[in-house]
């Protein structure tokens, strides 16, 4: 699929991940009940998948794969605690991600809950990040269509804007950076 070719392109212009794993499968679906799923058992990646159905492929991508990352980059198997809730480099940004609106989205309180969690908000931030920063005008043309519409899995470009910086600077501090970003202290 081109769109997961360019989302990928950009999330590797952002950032790197220094990794022993096996390469994660990513699977394609049908499914019109979520936009994607990260599978693992414990510590382990099982797979990404994507539904193809909906225009959403490259955030449900990236959204997926900001899940990966975060599991990837810490987790404590006692108290099942990624590292968006806990690592000290998830510090600001957790900060800078507290000030965001808190949409309503479809569903009851176990689905609001759900995606207000701190896991949820780094995936959502990661993939806005990804598609704000990626220098691709497909993807960029994306977010500008997913904001003018109003949906509420994105936020406004002036609400957002300090959220991907911390979001960069996550990368940074982690020494995943693929170029020294031009970011103040």
Same mark, same amino acid.
């Given at each position: 699929?081109?769109?997961?070719?360019?989302?990928?392109?950009?999330?590797?212009? !952002? /950032?790197? $991940?220094?990794?022993? #794993?096996?390469?994660?499968?990513?699977?394609?679906?049908? &499914?019109?009940?979520? %936009?994607? +799923?990260?599978?693992?058992?414990?510590?382990?990646?099982?797979?990404?998948?994507?539904?193809?159905?909906?225009?959403?492929?490259?955030?449900?991508? !990236? /959204?997926? $794969?900001?899940?990966? #990352?975060?599991?990837?980059?810490?987790?404590?198997?006692? &108290?099942?605690?990624? %590292?968006? +809730?806990?690592?000290?480099?998830?510090?600001?940004?957790?900060?800078?991600?507290?000030?965001?609106?808190?949409?309503?989205?479809?569903?009851?309180?176990?689905?609001?809950?759900?995606?207000?969690?701190?896991?949820?908000?780094?995936?959502?931030?990661?993939?806005?990040?990804?598609?704000?920063?990626?220098?691709?005008?497909?993807?960029?043309?994306?977010?500008?269509?997913?904001?003018?519409?109003?949906?509420?899995?994105?936020?406004?470009?002036?609400?957002?804007?300090?959220?991907?910086?911390?979001?960069?600077?996550?990368?940074?501090?982690?020494?995943?950076?693929?170029?020294?970003?031009?970011?103040?202290?």
């Amino acid at each position: 699929m081109a769109e997961l070719d360019r989302a990928l392109a950009a999330a590797s212009r !952002l /950032h790197g $991940l220094l990794s022993d #794993l096996e390469p994660v499968p990513v699977r394609p679906t049908s &499914t019109i009940t979520e %936009a994607g +799923a990260y599978r693992f058992r414990l510590r382990d990646p099982i797979d990404l998948r994507v539904s193809r159905v909906g225009g959403r492929v490259a955030l449900g991508f !990236l /959204h997926e $794969l900001g899940h990966l #990352l975060d599991h990837q980059i810490f987790y404590d198997r006692k &108290t099942r605690s990624w %590292a968006s +809730a806990v690592h000290v480099a998830f510090t600001s940004w957790r900060t800078s991600a507290a000030r965001l609106e808190r949409r309503p989205l479809p569903g009851g309180r176990g689905r609001q809950r759900y995606f207000q969690s701190v896991h949820e908000v780094w995936a959502r931030s990661y993939a806005q990040t990804v598609l704000l920063r990626s220098g691709d005008p497909i993807l960029e043309q994306q977010l500008a269509k997913l904001q003018a519409d109003d949906d509420v899995h994105i936020w406004s470009a002036e609400q957002f804007e300090p959220v991907a910086t911390e979001v960069e600077r996550v990368f940074e501090q982690l020494g995943l950076t693929q170029l020294k970003l031009p970011l103040a202290a």
